[in-house]
């Protein structure tokens, strides 16, 4: 199917789904605000690149400031572009112009919206208040009803997922190389990984991560050394790519060398790749996503006792907090327009899983991702280096690796009726 049949559906099932959160929370019709410019620091006159309130990018992959869909009951939707005198920027033009027809295309200037804006009990999704049309700002239960369309992906969202997933696997393999063939530092890598999927740091998903040796167990470390890294040593890189608004969020992790840490740490790797594996395979309907992050840290215990990294039992290395001090984050997130995307924590973790980004039970249609890693954080593993924790762990071992820092192995999974769909593995093999 082309973009625009699978649009065409896309806005179908929202307008379906929106008139009838509408109609459940008493209103007449919604306005979506893209946001308007917003300065980077009051005391400057820059401002930041413009990302689209998600509730607007879910229906209309439009970059343009000051932009509204507006949605009424039985009513083709209408985009509002505020056409504004401006000689000093302009927005990149859309990718792709599958949208247009979807919509009654109205154009105002700045602040003359009162007539193309609808009248009744109107909510108002807004980033900014101050620019707001009028109506009811933000309502919560609306939202809530709103984030919860985002949580199933219709086939559209699927495909621009997909090509996310093609887009940063570009980067991807291209690090990869960059990383075996030299002795690059992390800010090369950084750029060459832009360079080869095609981005800036303005138009990516999120800042990508990227981490060589000890900095790889700083979970989100983007400081991009300039130093090129010689010697026996590991690269972490997370890093995703858009496309038509949707993110893609794409983690691997490399060693170079041959001393006996490398080769300890490229083992370590190798359980940490099956047992992402393991836990994409046990992905099915109906089972608590929390549960599966659960799993992992069984899936993870055994792999240290394999190891002899771990000692005592499985049970007991979940029990007592060791594997949580080596994966503190959560197993994954939803996954679209936004990089952690809504609607699937609608409950908080168990204690035990603070970081845990999704509660949701797994159903088709989902988009997450599967991150497991493990890492030397010296601050988590201080307490059970000093407590009756200490025999549980092979010191030594831990030592031997600390400077390769740690393993994250992420990829994308769309849920099917047939079992899970890897993006991530579908693109690279592709
Ligand atoms: N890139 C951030 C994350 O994996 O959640
Ligand atoms: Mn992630
Ligand atoms: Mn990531």
């Not at 959160?21 to 919604?30: E, M, N, V």
């Not at 400057?44 to 509204?68: I, K, R």
């Not at 984030?147 to 699927?158: F, I």
């Not at 831990?398 to 593995?425: M, W």
């Amino acid at each position: 199917m082309t973009l625009t049949a699978l649009y065409a559906t896309h806005i179908a099932t929202l307008q379906q789904g929106t008139e009838a959160a509408l109609a459940a929370q008493g209103f007449d019709a919604l306005v979506l605000c893209s946001g308007s410019a917003a300065m980077r620091n009051r005391f400057d006159d820059q401002t930041w690149p413009l990302h689209p309130t998600p509730a607007f990018a879910h229906w209309c992959p439009l970059y343009e400031a000051d932009a509204y869909v507006v949605i009424r009951p039985g009513q083709k939707p209408r985009l509002v572009r505020t056409i504004a005198m401006d000689f000093w920027e302009t927005q990149a033009p859309p990718e792709s112009d599958h949208f247009w027809s979807a919509f009654e295309v109205v154009e105002i200037k700045a602040g003359g919206a009162t007539d193309v804006l609808p009248g009744g009990k109107v909510a108002v999704i807004t980033r900014d208040q101050g620019t707001a049309p009028p109506g009811a700002v933000n309502p919560p239960a609306l939202i809530a009803a709103l984030d919860a369309l985002r949580t199933k992906k219709s086939e559209y969202e699927v495909a621009c997922l997909a090509e996310a997933s093609r887009r940063a696997v570009k980067g991807h393999k291209h690090v990869a190389q960059v990383f075996a063939s030299g002795t690059p530092s992390e800010l090369d890598l950084h750029l060459a990984y832009l360079l080869a999927s095609e981005q800036t740091d303005g138009t990516a998903p999120y800042q990508g991560i990227v981490a060589l040796g000890p900095h790889a167990s700083v979970l989100h470390y983007v400081a991009y050394e300039r130093t090129p890294v010689t010697g026996d040593t590991s690269f972490l890189v997370d890093a995703g790519a858009k496309y038509l608004g949707y993110g893609s969020d794409i983690t691997r992790t490399y060693v170079r060398g041959k001393s006996p840490s490398a080769l300890r740490f490229r083992e370590l790797l190798s359980h940490m790749e099956a047992l992402q594996q393991e836990v994409i395979r046990r992905i099915k309907p109906g089972l608590e996503y929390e549960d599966l992050h659960d799993e992992t840290h069984r899936l993870l215990a055994h792999a240290l006792r394999e190891l002899g990294i771990g000692r005592g039992s499985a049970e007991e290395l979940v029990a007592q907090g060791v594997t949580r001090a080596l994966l503190p984050h959560g197993l994954g997130h939803s996954l679209g327009i936004t990089v952690h995307d809504v609607g699937m924590k609608l409950r908080p973790p168990r204690a035990e899983n603070p970081f845990l980004r999704n509660t949701s039970t797994i159903e088709v249609g989902q988009v997450f991702t599967i991150e497991p890693g493990i890492y030397i954080i010296d601050a988590l593993l201080k307490p059970l280096q000093t407590d009756h924790r200490r025999e549980l762990l092979d010191w030594a071992a831990i030592a031997d690796v600390r400077a390769f820092g740690g393993i994250r192995i992420e990829d994308n999974i769309l849920v099917t009726p047939s079992g899970p769909r890897n993006l991530t593995r579908e693109a690279w093999a592709s």
